[in-house]
């Protein structure tokens, strides 16, 4: 697992806590429009995308585009 991916999933937990849902390991980083997502997804779906900024700071996302659902 990356880095970026790995800062995602702790992102992920502090947000949600210990019992949220598990992201699955093919989680990780993917590039739309030229720019930086890290996606984590399950078998039920996506359940957070963070944004990669330019400083490789990650900036959690309420809405995102809808082509990161079919990653």
Do not use: C, I
């Not at 990356?2 to 590039?31: I, K, M, W």
Request: charged fraction near 25%.
């Amino acid at each position: 697992m990356d880095e970026l991916t790995s800062r995602a999933f702790t992102a992920y937990f502090r947000r949600h806590g210990e019992l949220a849902d598990q992201p699955a390991n093919t989680s990780g980083e993917v590039v739309h429009d030229g720019l930086k997502y890290v996606v984590l997804h399950n078998a039920n779906g996506v359940l957070a995308v963070y944004r990669v900024t330019n400083r490789g700071q990650l900036k959690h996302l309420t809405r995102w585009p809808d082509a990161l659902n079919d990653v």
